[in-house]
């Protein structure tokens, strides 16, 4: 999978979209982005939202993949 390709909403300069899990500050999530490149060399192997769960323990980057199948851009 090319997140380049599916995730058409991102800054090319930063070669960074949109995560609205980036972090957690008192508890609670804030937005920010996440790197294309990391996603691509860490989850483009992936098919499915479950395979990219699976393969880490970030609960932001869970909630990330989540919010990905919400919007339709990865089958779960």
Do not use: C
Not at 55 to 68: I, P, R
């Amino acid at each position: 999978m090319d997140f380049k390709k599916i995730l058409t909403e991102h800054d090319d300069k930063k070669n960074q979209t949109y995560n609205p899990y980036a972090g957690k500050r008192s508890g609670e999530w804030i937005e920010g982005a996440i790197s294309l490149d990391f996603l691509n060399e860490k989850f483009g192997e992936y098919e499915t939202a479950t395979e990219m769960k699976d393969a880490t323990n970030s609960e932001g980057l869970k909630k990330f993949f989540d919010h990905l199948v919400e919007e339709g851009k990865i089958p779960e």
